[in-house]
């Protein structure tokens, strides 16, 4: 590279240089935290969903205020992922395999909560409107676990 | 540069410019030559409207810079007796 021909770099020249290449990584690593932080919204948002859903007597039924709420959440969130998925600027290749890993785990264990939760009538005709937000708060672990993973980086 | 690009899978081309605190014309130039050294992959595309120039190292590029990153921690660790490694780099 450019040292070949020019003189070789003292100790403390390559010490530099080292702490250097460490402060530019660190740099990245604080980029990858809004993968972190998109993985963290998209929990909320589902969380927020099964929230709305678990106030209605019975979730089969619906209710004139949950439809337009859940609405709007959905809605707001896509807007805000969308938005903070445009400001990426950089990202590692740790991060983005956590990012895609996070969103298997999520469809893969969501699945399964999904099936159990019927299989059992878990959420039944005539089951409380809370049977739902147990089951998402359950399914939405594998987003946390990545989510921590990303920002504790 | 190298050690920004090294960190990351992809970085795009104003997040090198605001760290590493070049121009753009500089910034320009410095992938240029990389990319014709086979260091850098310059990649070149669209969010909305806005175009977006997104660089990252190339296979070359990263063994070359790991090459260079264990010469200088040789140097670093014990003076001058890793010079020889580093030109090797």
């Known amino acids: 590279m450019q040292f070949v021909s020019e003189p070789a770099p003292t100790q403390r020249d390559a010490q530099a240089a080292l702490a250097e290449a460490n402060n530019q990584a660190g740099r990245v690593r604080r980029a990858d935290h809004q993968l972190g932080w998109i993985v963290l919204a998209t929990a909320v948002i589902y969380l927020a969903v099964a929230v709305v859903v678990s106030t209605l007597p019975d979730p089969r039924q619906g209710g004139p205020v949950a439809g337009p709420a859940i609405l709007a959440i959905l809605l707001v969130g896509l807007v805000g992922l969308v938005y903070v998925f445009s400001r990426i600027r950089a990202y590692s290749r740790a991060a983005i395999s956590l990012y895609f890993g996070a969103i298997v785990a999520f469809s893969l264990w969501n699945g399964i909560v999904v099936g159990v939760s019927i299989a059992s009538r878990w959420w039944a005709s005539g089951q409380p409107g809370y049977h739902f937000g147990i089951s998402a708060a359950v399914a939405v672990i594998p987003l946390l676990v990545a989510a921590r993973l990303i920002l504790r980086r | ?89």
């Open chain 2, 1 to 89: 540069m190298m050690a920004l690009l090294a960190a990351a899978s992809k970085v795009e081309f104003s997040f090198v410019r605001d760290h590493v605190e070049v121009t753009d014309s500089m910034l320009s130039k410095q992938v240029s030559a990389l990319e014709q050294a086979g260091y850098v992959k310059v990649d070149k595309g669209f969010v909305g409207k806005r175009g977006r120039t997104w660089l990252s190292l190339t296979k070359q590029g990263r063994r070359t810079f790991d090459r260079h990153m264990a010469a200088l921690r040789e140097i670093a660790n014990s003076d001058g007796a890793g010079v020889a490694a580093l030109r090797r780099s």
